[in-house]
Nanobody, 123 residues
Framework: QVQLVESGGGLAQAGDSLRLSCAVS????????LGWFRQVPGEEREFVAA????????DFADAVKGRFTISRDNAKNTGYLQMNSLKPEDTAVYYC????????????????WGQGTQVTVSS
């Protein structure tokens, strides 16, 4: 069983930076694609970013491209989402997820999910 635990959320002001972490327990973290998603109450969960198992491939939603970066440390079983130049519209619960097929940076089809961490950005 794979378990994911997000951390690093909190309150920020517009223009600030936050770094989210996703600690993954269980076997074979290094073979999974890692993704980040976010959800605002009353809206559907949306894709934010993803990184393939090797780190060779990454993908970002247009809304965060150029402001967010994604990385992973397979030796530590941990993934990261660096969020810079935060905007109030980035306010959401952020989830990390693992995709069994680690070849590419997928936007869909994730198998395991964390519980989420709240990010609130004030203007």
């Amino acid at each position: 069983q794979v378990q994911l635990v997000e951390s690093g959320g909190g309150l920020a002001q517009a223009g600030d930076s936050l770094r989210l972490s996703c600690a993954v327990s269980g076997r074979l973290f290094s073979i999974y694609t890692l993704g980040w998603f976010r959800q605002v109450p009353g809206e559907e969960r949306e894709f934010v970013a993803a990184i393939s198992q090797s780190g060779q491939y990454t993908d970002f939603a247009d809304a965060v491209k150029g402001r967010f970066t994604i990385s992973r440390d397979n030796a530590k079983n941990t993934g990261y989402l660096q969020m810079n130049s935060l905007k109030p519209e980035d306010t959401a619960v952020y989830y990390c997820a693992a995709h069994r097929s680690g070849t590419y940076a997928y936007r869909y089809g994730y198998d395991f999910w964390g519980q989420g961490t709240q990010v609130t950005v004030s203007s």
